[in-house]
């Protein structure tokens, strides 16, 4: 159904392709393993000559039903699904690169990223961190030994905007696999495909799950990416289909090595959440854009960081490749006032680490998620000691503006 929308093309996929008993969702199969008739077919599975199940920790049918899922929604070829959003980026980067590579990626990055990208470079992998606003930045870092680079749409927690497209440009012109992580933006507000991106990371624990009830990852390959001319294909890997070979390897070397596979039971519970991800992110999207303009006009507040914002310094190009500004963002409170105090003096926001929630959410992200990084760190990465992040829900809008408004109020300097 390629001509029909992102809403309707969602909810009906579990139905193209014969669905089991005429289910309109696609059943959890829970079976660990696949028995045969014939042992010659086990065998053929094994050996991928047989399209079919052997074992939970490589293929499973409720999660093959959401990897088409999120193919669809990225408009990619193929996806493979992992317990986490973090599996997933661990998977790609230790499958597909080796001792002696080099990786460039933000300097503006989801906390857990920086400090896995940290872990590789204790394994032999170059790591260069720079400004992604800037393709320029990363033209300047790209040299022989260069294979990847690896960026997100909207960093959290100050909202940069990286140079998708310029980035993109200079991927194809070098030959580098560009890893876009699209967790924070969505495939419902872009589709890093439309930038160059080989492959794309989406956390399903965020915005596409939705709800904050399970833990997911995935990486889709959008067919962008010439695997023939990339030099890390193991030979083993090399057969067929070149378009195959990327996620071939990561299957088989991440996935079922490395073991981190998607529960079925998490995988249902996502694709339900999946269902409603334009709804529920356009909602919040909205709520989120009031509540960084009402911040933005009160004097409890020095500084919103939402690209929604005119002012944001890639607010232009943020409206030009997304069709909404995303649903987080973050404050700096007047100096003198108290993060936690002010986090606390909400009655709707809880205080969680979590985003892409249904509810709104808040946390200090100096003293809880960019902890361990360090004061020098957080510097460098423009992230005060008083900076509150929020995760926008989708309650209505009145009473988010009601509570922030009393709370502002509360600490107008
Ligand atoms: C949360 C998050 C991840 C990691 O996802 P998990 O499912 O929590 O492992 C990766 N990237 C970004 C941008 C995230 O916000």
Not at 32 to 37: I, K, N, T
Not at 69 to 75: G, V
Not at 211 to 217: E, F, S, T
Request: net charge neutral.
């Amino acid at each position: 159904m390629p001509s029909k929308g992102f809403t309707t093309r969602n909810l009906h996929s579990d139905r193209a392709g014969g669905p089991e008993h005429g289910v309109l969702h696609k059943p959890v199969h829970p079976s660990v393993a696949y028995a045969y008739d014939d042992a010659r077919e086990l065998a053929e599975v094994f050996q991928g000559k047989r399209q079919g199940y052997a074992y939970g920790r490589q293929a499973n049918p409720t999660v093959a039903a959401l990897q088409q899922r999120i193919s669809a929604m990225e408009d990619g070829r193929a996806s493979i699904a992992f317990a986490t959003g973090m599996a997933a980026i661990a998977a790609v980067t230790l499958t597909l690169l080796k001792a002696g590579d080099h990786l460039i990626s933000s300097t503006f990055l989801f906390g857990n990223s920086n400090s896995f990208f940290r872990t590789l470079e204790r394994l032999g992998i170059a790591v260069d961190f720079v400004d992604a606003t800037r393709a320029g930045a990363v033209a300047e870092k790209v040299r022989p030994e260069t294979r990847l680079v690896f960026v997100e749409t909207i960093a959290n927690p100050v909202a940069q905007v990286a140079d998708l497209e310029g980035i993109g440009a200079l991927c194809r012109k070098h030959g580098l696999l560009y890893v876009v992580d699209n967790t924070m933006t969505s495939p419902h507000l872009y589709r890093p495909k439309t930038a160059g991106a080989g492959l794309v990371v989406n956390s399903l624990t965020k915005c596409i799950g939705g709800h904050g009830n399970a833990l997911g990852g995935a990486v889709t390959d959008t067919g962008c990416f010439d695997w023939s001319g990339f030099p890390n294909i193991l030979d083993l890997y090399r057969k067929g289909d070149s378009g195959e070979w990327g996620l071939l390897q990561v299957r088989k070397k991440g996935l079922r090595d490395m073991g981190a596979s998607l529960a079925p039971e998490a995988a249902h519970t996502l694709a339900v959440g999946s269902e409603t991800l334009p709804l529920r992110m356009d909602r919040a999207c909205a709520n989120a854009m009031a509540l960084a303009g009402l911040c933005a006009a009160h004097p409890a507040v020095a500084k919103v960081y939402y690209p929604g914002l005119p002012d944001h310094p890639q607010h232009q190009r943020a409206g030009k490749l997304f069709s909404a500004f995303g649903a987080v963002f973050s404050i700096d409170l007047a100096p003198g006032s108290d993060c936690f105090d002010f986090l606390n003096s909400l009655e709707i926001v809880l205080s969680s680490s979590n985003l892409g929630d249904t509810r709104s959410l808040g946390i200090p992200v100096a003293h809880t998620i960019y902890f361990e990084m360090g004061p020098e760190r957080r510097k460098a990465m423009g992230i005060g000691e008083s900076m509150l992040r929020f995760s926008i829900g989708i309650e209505d809008q009145a009473d988010l503006l009601a509570d922030f408004s009393r709370a502002l109020d509360r600490f107008r300097p």
